[in-house]
């Protein structure tokens, strides 16, 4: 039986019912877990000497406004010494997204966990230190969401280069 | 360098004040370190042996803004990095230039959206636009040269 | 306008010891504008004397907005943004969004252009490499190896030039192979670089491994464990100096990379010096993949003939109808991916670089993450000068390799 296989039947057998799917794509392994067993499943995952996840490689999230569940929070977990990846996904309602940290597991989920927080919005329970990271400290919003525009500025072509360029604040001094 | 030497054996040159003013001022502009992202390395490049920016007076870079006389915006300013630019142009003693180099700092760059400031003339005054993503070493260099030749032809008024 | 860049020290009541706020140890900041930062990095330290007692990166002063740009563009348009995330290593950067557009839509890639992609993803590695060489040397003092390295670095410029017109920003991999086939050239321009580069390599190695002051200045500098280190998330060579051999090449190799020989080096301390040897190793053994692919290069074509994702060659748009209707449909609208989610990684000269691609089934990606390992390089740094002196700072962050591209994408 193979690694990813042992580690999605420990999953289900510690979790049965939140363990809410298992999908395969392009031979990739993601199992989707309900929000409150995501502490002890990666503490499952990184101790258990048959699976021995060590590795937190990614930790992201994706916005799925307006749909409900609105975000995913994506973990990519690797084993350093069987050399496999394997994905959990977490859905989040728009209403209550939070979740615990898994700071304690995975060193580095610090800094991700504050980028998400950063960028989405989500906060996690527990965590060390939670404030904005890659937006300066007064920022308001939360780039990454859906609803939040581009921003994007109205390209100056030469019919409307004058206009814009009445309006563009040039440094004086 | 444009000077009229009536007695050239004993060591004496004429000249305008202007002309002797704008001259020193070229020939040992110190740029302030102001690397930021992509277009830093390719600074660096032309700083270093096979593009050699030394050979224009820029021997050595700065870190000090108060050591400086020109600013190279090498990268793209972010609204974050914004208030730092203004600071440190502040800080700068006068006479003072600044480069914008590579596409980014000019106009905004390949970058469109809510992080990145669309030209870093809305912050601080350019003396020069270096076009390129990143410019070549050669480029930033003609960059320098169009530089020299503004300052050689600033006048007593345009002073600061 | 200054109001927000001033930290006070209410916020970082948390991160900093008791001393701090009875006044003991003082609070310096190592601003975002530093020549030793290697970029837009700004630490605050909390010093007792010259001693670290505490640090607290801030970083954010490069962030560009990249992941949520690419969602407003289409998948062949979004590759480019890619070469300006981690600057110094583009073609890694290029190579892991193909792999990940490849995977998710199920493309084919060559031959040919699998062995020229290792090609040119080596080459990247030296000129990284060598850029780290000139400014961890700079900044430990010895300052002639930035000038040697440097001239190193132009050789291979020429190369990528040569292949694709542009220095540094190729954007030269593309999805299905690579952008257009090699000119004639390239072949001997590449064996020329293998010819030289073994003696400079040496070159550089007397230069510093055996200087006493360089020694002194990195020996014992800076460690960290291995578990330690797996625990930060560090990877590529900073991992690798503290004995744990995680090489993705050869893991899980990618793009045919378990055709060719080459060891991976592995250090024991995990300290400044260990971790500058593994660059310098390293730049040896991409030498001798670079020389076993070159040799042993096939034919053929360099990118896929799937016409619905590769659009055709100009020469058939005059006499197909298909060609014509294929240019244009993947010029208007670009093409479509199946909707699902994929993860890749690649490693880059820092580390791992991993790409997690998720697709709505349209044209433009739906979400776009890149895992760059120079965040969690930085996240470590607090770990690693703690106890040391301010004048040690300097040599471990220009050990660890980090770009601040990369970090704040």
């Known amino acids: 039986m193979s690694q990813i296989e042992q580690a999605v039947q420990a999953l289900q057998k510690s979790f049965q019912d939140k363990v809410l799917s298992v999908e395969e794509f392009r031979g990739q392994t993601t199992v989707n877990l309900d929000r409150a067993v995501i502490l002890d499943a990666c503490k499952l995952l990184h101790d258990e000497a048959a699976l021995q996840f060590d590795f937190l490689a990614a930790l992201t999230a994706v916005d799925y406004w307006p749909q409900e569940p609105r975000f995913t929070l994506v973990y990519q977990l690797y084993s350093i010494p069987k050399r496999v990846f394997l994905g959990l996904g977490v859905p989040l309602q728009s209403e209550s997204a939070e979740i615990d940290t898994v700071e304690s597991v995975y060193a580095n989920a610090n800094w991700h966990e504050r980028e998400i927080f950063d960028l989405f919005g989500i906060t996690f329970k527990g965590h060390s230190d939670l404030r904005r990271i890659l937006m300066p400290k007064d920022w308001e919003g939360h780039p990454l969401r859906k609803d939040y525009p581009l921003g994007y500025e109205e390209v100056q072509f030469s019919f409307n280069f004058d206009e814009i360029d009445d309006r563009k604040p040039y440094a004086k001094e | ?160 | 306008m200054h109001k927000e860049m001033d930290t006070t020290l209410e916020e970082l009541r948390h991160l900093v010891s008791d001393r701090a706020i009875e006044g003991e140890t003082m609070l310096l900041n190592m601003g975002p504008q530093h020549p030793s930062t290697h970029g837009v990095l700004r630490l605050l330290l909390e010093l007792d004397g010259e001693r670290v007692v505490n640090c607290v990166p801030d970083i954010g002063f490069l962030h560009t907005g990249i992941e949520k740009t690419m969602e407003a563009k289409t998948y062949t348009q979004a590759l480019v943004l890619t070469d300006r995330m981690d600057y110094l290593n583009n073609l890694g950067n290029n190579l892991c969004y193909c792999m990940a557009v490849e995977k998710l839509i199920d493309l084919d890639v060559p031959e040919r252009a699998q062995v020229i992609r290792v090609i040119l993803a080596e080459l990247q590695r030296i000129a990284s490499h060598l850029v780290f060489l000139a400014t961890h040397a700079l900044d430990t003092g010895a300052m002639s190896v930035f000038l040697y390295c440097f001239r190193e670095r132009e050789l291979i410029l020429d190369i990528f030039e040569m292949c694709s017109g542009q220095r540094m920003m190729t954007s030269y991999i593309r999805p299905g192979g690579l952008w257009r086939d090699v000119p004639a050239g390239f072949e001997d321009a590449v064996r020329d670089f293998i010819r030289i580069f073994p003696k400079r390599l040496k070159q550089y190695s007397d230069l510093l491994s055996g200087n006493p002051i360089y020694l002194s200045r990195t020996k014992g500098i800076g460690p960290i464990s291995g578990p330690d280190a797996v625990r930060w998330g560090l990877s590529g060579p900073n991992l690798r100096a503290t004995g744990v051999g995680f090489d993705l090449r050869k893991s899980n190799p990618y793009s045919g990379y378990e055709q060719y020989e080459f060891d991976v080096p592995v250090g024991s301390n995990g300290d400044v010096y260990d971790r500058y040897q593994m660059r310098l190793q390293e730049m040896g053994q991409a030498l001798r993949i670079v020389e076993q692919a070159l040799d042993n290069l096939p034919g053929g074509p360099v990118r896929s003939d799937n016409r619905k994702y590769v659009p055709p060659p100009r020469s058939e748009i005059g006499t197909s109808m298909e060609a014509l209707i294929h240019h244009f449909k993947l010029w208007t609208e670009g093409f479509s991916a199946p909707e699902g989610a994929v993860y890749v990684a690649v490693e880059s000269p820092r580390g791992e670089l991993g790409c997690y691609l998720v697709s709505g089934g349209g044209p433009k990606p739906y979400r776009v993450h890149f895992r760059t390992p120079s965040f969690c390089t930085i996240q470590a740094i607090p770990t690693l000068v703690r106890g040391f002196l301010v004048a040690d700072i300097v040599a471990i962050i220009s050990s660890l390799d980090a770009v601040l591209g990369d970090t704040d994408r």
Not at chain 2, 101 to 112: A, I, L, P, Q, T
Not at chain 2, 155 to 160: A, D, F, P
């Open chain 2, 1 to 160: 360098m444009g000077v009229e030497s009536k007695l050239g054996n004993m060591g004496v040159v004429t000249t305008t004040l202007e002309q002797v003013v704008n001259w020193s001022r070229t020939r040992a502009m110190w740029p302030m370190l102001f690397g930021l992202a992509c277009c830093a390395i390719e600074m660096m490049a032309a700083q270093a042996s096979d593009y050699d920016m030394s050979r224009f007076g820029m021997e050595l870079m700065r870190a000090s803004p108060r050591q400086s006389d020109l600013m190279i915006v090498a990268g793209r300013v972010t609204r974050k990095m914004a208030p730092v630019l203004r600071r440190l142009y502040n800080q700068m003693p006068d006479p003072k230039w600044v480069i914008a180099m590579g596409d980014c700092c000019s106009c905004g760059g390949v970058f469109n959206n809510y992080a990145i400031v669309p030209g870093v003339d809305e912050i601080v005054p350019v003396d020069v636009y270096v076009a390129g993503c990143p410019p070549r070493p050669e480029g930033l260099i003609h960059g320098i040269l169009t530089l020299y030749e503004k300052v050689k032809s600033e006048g007593i008024k345009t002073w600061s």
